[in-house]
């Protein structure tokens, strides 16, 4: 999502991270300047490009130094390093820590940006409402945007560290498993314009309320400069909250959207059909019909809350609007595809990235016209002492779309099979395995199946499983999971 060419030097990666670049490597710079510009960011050495500068992160299980011969041999034009590895004929910059380098280097790419930087977080829904502002934004000049789900820690500082000095919009995803989080991804970020999707029960592990997620999420607001305005959901329980938290964190405007009658950017009904949805919208009072290529109230909700960012910006709405047309779901998040498997012809409602009570409810209404015979459901994460009570309260949904078959991954999701018409078959596959092999020999010709569980569950697997097999071309997973908070 960098239409614009990034290019740092070593010189000025050594000077924002006050790092050495090794002898040999600046024997190199000064041989041939050009030949060590850099052009991007990894942290993988299986995601490495050409001109990347490879940062040796540790790690829990491994560290990022055994892996500087891979990062070379993918053509990285440097790495960053707190040992230098003279085996290795790599530059090399080495500094005292490489994560806190990376939050340096991040600082400097921030610093140099001259255009308008959205920050977006909340409890569902980060990912595809930053697809859709990168895809609006887009229409309007170059947009630089967080990668997959790049919202933490150190996927926050790999964007911005990413960040072109001549886009003319950037838009950072942010998430959090504790307080405090955002609050330290905000102030590196610096956004002008800060958008909270929704507040919900995700991550209830890890904290003892609702109101503590909210007040968390809210600490967005704390790195606003610029245009300095807030986009809320005026829908939210917690819209008054967040809205008087951005009052008092110095936002100069906030703008509502939702289905809300005051809202400013509100969704007024949506026509479903075989291919999305039409919108009726009332942009800032100002009536607007548009398209998505897309299923779910939820994201035509989401849609009206990327509008009131563009607005935010100065820029129509209802030109970015139409444009949304274009912009499918990222993989993992609701995508639908059809082919040939093992002779059936299937289709597939891929939203095998992640799940929680909230994303749950949500994906089951956007069923409800096209209800599928086979769903297989990998078990919700990190809801501490709510996770019974979670599971069991999907069994009611999933008696409503009357599937044929549910194929439950995980403890969790296995108990919830108790609660499920005795109409519906139940499978509760020992592991990943099992239930890909249950989901092959129960196919149908003209099947619909819906794939929906965390990413950390593994429903993502049964994914690719069929999209190995199936034809004609089918979405390829591209998410890494180690990247994303909620």
């Known amino acids: 999502m960098t239409p614009a060419q990034l290019f740092w030097t070593i010189d000025e990666i050594a000077a924002a991270t006050d790092g050495q670049p090794h002898s040999d490597a600046a024997a190199n710079i000064t041989a041939n300047i050009s030949a060590t510009s850099i052009t991007g960011i990894s942290i993988d050495s299986r995601d490495t490009k050409p001109g990347d500068l490879f940062v040796a992160l540790p790690g829990t299980t491994s560290d990022g130094h055994k892996f500087l011969p891979a990062a070379m041999a993918a053509g990285a034009s440097a790495a960053l390093v707190t040992q230098i590895d003279n085996a290795v004929a790599l530059p090399q910059i080495c500094v005292r820590d490489c994560l806190q380098a990376l939050r340096q280097l991040a600082m400097a790419g921030r610093q140099r940006f001259q255009g308008i930087e959205f920050g977006i977080t909340g409890s569902v829904g980060k990912t595809g409402s930053k697809d859709m502002l990168w895809h609006a934004l887009s229409q309007f000049g170059s947009c630089h945007a967080s990668q997959r789900s790049f919202n933490n820690h150190i996927g926050v500082p790999v964007t911005l560290a990413s960040l072109p000095a001549d886009a003319d919009f950037a838009v950072q995803e942010m998430g959090m498993n504790a307080a405090g989080e955002i609050a330290s991804l905000t102030r590196l970020t610096r956004p002008q314009i800060g958008f909270i999707t929704r507040i919900a029960d995700t991550h209830r592990e890890f904290f003892t309320s609702t109101a503590d997620i909210a007040a968390a999420k809210a600490e967005i607001f704390q790195g606003l400069e610029g245009l300095s305005t807030a986009i809320l959901n005026h829908d939210d329980a917690f819209f008054e909250n967040l809205r008087t938290a951005a009052i008092q964190a110095g936002a100069k ?43 779910g109230s939820h994201l035509a909700e989401n849609a009206m809350g990327v509008l009131a960012c563009v ?63 086979i769903m297989v459901l990998s078990e919700m994460r990190e809801l501490g002492e709510a996770t019974a009570a979670a599971h069991a309260a999907l069994a009611p949904h999933i008696n409503k779309l009357a599937p044929r078959l549910v194929i439950t991954i995980g403890a969790a999701m296995h108990d919830m099979l108790d609660g499920l018409d005795e109409s519906i078959s139940g499978f509760a596959a020992a592991d990943i395995s099992a239930a890909i092999a249950h989901l092959t020999q129960s196919i149908c010709d003209g099947d619909r199946i819906f794939i929906k569980g965390s990413n950390g569950s593994g429903a993502w697997r049964v994914r690719d499983a069929l999209c190995a097999a199936i034809t004609p071309d089918a979405p390829q997973n591209t998410v890494k999971g180690a990247s994303h908070a909620a």
Do not use: W
């Open 311 to 373: 607005a935010a910006a100065g820029l129509p709405a209802d030109k970015a609007a139409a444009a949304l047309v274009d912009c499918l779901p990222p993989t993992g998040r609701g995508r639908r595809f059809s082919g040939i498997y093992h002779s059936r012809n299937i289709s597939i409602i891929d939203d095998s990235y992640n799940a929680s009570p909230a994303s749950m409810s949500a994906a089951f209404a956007s069923l409800a016209n096209t209800p599928p015979q």
């Open 253 to 295: 405007k906030v703008i509502s959207f939702g289905r809300h009658q005051e809202a400013d950017y509100r969704l007024l009904s949506i026509d479903h059909h075989d291919a999305g949805m039409m919108i009726h919208a009332s942009l800032a009072r100002s009536p607007c019909i548009f398209t998505l290529r897309m299923y």
